[in-house]
């Protein structure tokens, strides 16, 4: 028995550890963490996913960038500290700082390759939109990527029905925004968007935006963000006729919380409005919210309202568009 244990602890020299309350040890890697929990690859039950605040003691050997509640960054390795839920960062300038478990925000490694840095969803299901009064299915994909100074996220979504046969595609979404920190708090922005909503006869839209936001609020269990500067877009209708380039002043606002106790809750929800230069007045608002709950595992139920408004659209479309979407999601 004694040698089984010296193998065992001998194994672990090079290997991140996580001791959990109820005293079950994971060996492996850190993938990540976000939004309140921990991902491990271990070397017994693979991939597992542990919410930051069953941790009694943490162990991470490769450097990360780490990101606090209190809007704080550090570069460096972590180990366990004398107090229980609490650990030790040790920078990569030689300081130690003692952080609460909890309060560790975001961990991306700074040594790990591509895909362990990759965190994401994908989901599908059916929904009810104000467009259509037939069953509808739905596909959507986050997947986000961090370096140790830019953010990438990637956002896909669309709503499609059939009717007698035919393929509707009524409602399409892809963004992809890229952030840059110039602080702990402040950072640049950009982002690719297109766009599809034939309810508002918006054949397609191409939207670019370059611009700056602040980490308005981050705190144990919730994040809010804004972000504005200037878009140029470029619209065709569903009758055709193409706008030319449009100029806009966006305001967005992105909101996340989690909860990982009765219930397991995450939401996350995106308000964009956009103020145009080119058309005297012409306001449009988009706004996305996911609910999801956790099932089993990695998968999640999905409830996500969205609302689309143009005062202005191109046209003979509604001005207001609205949709429940649910779907069954998988997690990586």
């Not at 959990?20 to 976000?34: D, H, M, V």
């Not at 960054?73 to 300081?95: A, C, F, L, P």
Request: glycine share 8%; net charge neutral; aromatic share 14%.
């Amino acid at each position: 028995m004694f040698c089984i244990l010296c193998f065992k602890a001998s194994g672990q020299v090079d290997k991140d550890t996580i001791v959990l309350y109820n005293g079950q040890i994971l060996i492996g890697e850190i993938q990540l963490a976000n939004y309140g929990a921990i991902s491990i690859d271990d070397i017994d039950l693979k991939l597992v996913n542990i919410k930051m605040f069953k941790i009694k003691k943490l162990i991470i050997h490769e450097r990360f960038k780490i990101e606090t509640i209190d809007k704080k960054y550090y570069y460096g390795s972590m180990n366990t500290s004398d107090r229980e839920g609490w650990v030790d960062i040790h920078t990569v300038d030689g300081q130690t700082i003692p952080v609460h478990i909890t309060h560790i925000y975001l961990l991306i490694s700074l040594e790990a390759g591509f895909f362990r840095r990759l965190d994401g969803n994908i989901a599908a299901g059916f929904s009810f939109t104000k467009s259509s009064t037939i069953g509808q299915v739905n596909f959507s994909a986050n997947v986000q990527f961090a370096t140790e100074s830019f953010d990438y996220g990637l956002s896909l979504s669309s709503i499609a029905s059939i009717d007698s046969g035919k393929l509707s595609r009524d409602n399409e979404n892809a963004v992809f925004l890229t952030t840059y920190d110039l602080t702990t708090t402040w950072f640049l922005a950009t982002s690719a968007q297109y766009q599809r909503n034939l309810e508002l006869s918006i054949a397609r839209r191409y939207l670019f935006m370059l611009g700056g936001g602040k980490k308005l609020v981050i705190e144990k269990n919730w994040r809010l963000t804004a972000i504005t500067g200037m878009t140029i877009s470029q619209e065709k209708s569903t009758q055709n006729v193409n706008s030319g380039l449009l100029f806009e002043i966006p305001i967005i606002f992105q909101f996340n919380f989690y909860k990982f106790q009765h219930p397991d809750i995450t939401i996350s929800s995106s308000q964009s409005g956009y103020v145009s230069l080119s058309q005297q007045g012409r306001i449009r608002w988009d706004g996305n919210t996911s609910f999801s709950w956790q099932l089993i595992r990695f998968f999640y139920l999905n409830v996500s309202p969205y609302t689309n408004f143009d005062n202005q659209p191109p046209g003979n479309g509604s001005k207001f568009d609205y949709g429940i979407v649910l779907g069954l999601s998988y997690k990586f």
